[in-house]
């Protein structure tokens, strides 16, 4: 498409938010990231698709593991950067564990990964509806 007219179709200036609902069952981590995939090429963002891919699968992937309730995704997209939360119905923290040098496990190492990809994540300190925690992360447009 013309740049220009691309312009004209979604301006560059503007703050973008979508949300979604996923279901409480092995599929929500796909549904989840192929949402994100699908809002970042629909703005010519495809540099951060890769990481917020990972990032969004790994949040929604311990919510499936760690509660028996859905999860509500929310994307912010503006000109400098994308904020993606993952709600869940559990109180509980969630718990970063490091790696061990040597250690060799199969799960648990989420957050790490998330950690280390992300710019930034923390858990969002307000309820959303029934859910009753969020966590986020945000990653810059250089990705």
């Not at 790994?58 to 993952?86: C, D, F, Q, Y």
């Not at 969630?94 to 989420?110: D, I, L, T």
């Amino acid at each position: 498409m013309d740049p220009a007219r691309r312009a004209a179709h979604r301006p560059a200036q503007l703050t973008h938010e979508y949300s979604l609902f996923a279901p409480a069952d092995a599929t929500a981590p796909r549904v989840c990231r192929d949402f994100v995939r699908a809002v970042l090429f629909t703005h010519d963002r495809e540099p951060l698709v890769m990481p917020a891919a990972l990032c969004t699968s790994e949040l929604v992937t311990n919510v499936h593991l760690h509660t028996k309730g859905t999860a509500m995704v929310r994307i912010r997209l503006t000109p400098a950067r994308l904020h993606v939360s993952v709600f869940d119905e559990s109180p509980d923290p969630p718990v970063v564990a490091h790696p061990v040098a040597g250690a060799v496990a199969c799960w648990g190492r989420g957050l790490a990964l998330v950690e280390e990809v992300a710019d930034m994540w923390g858990v969002v300190a307000e309820r959303a509806g029934r859910y009753a925690k969020g966590v986020w992360f945000e990653l810059g447009l250089a990705g």
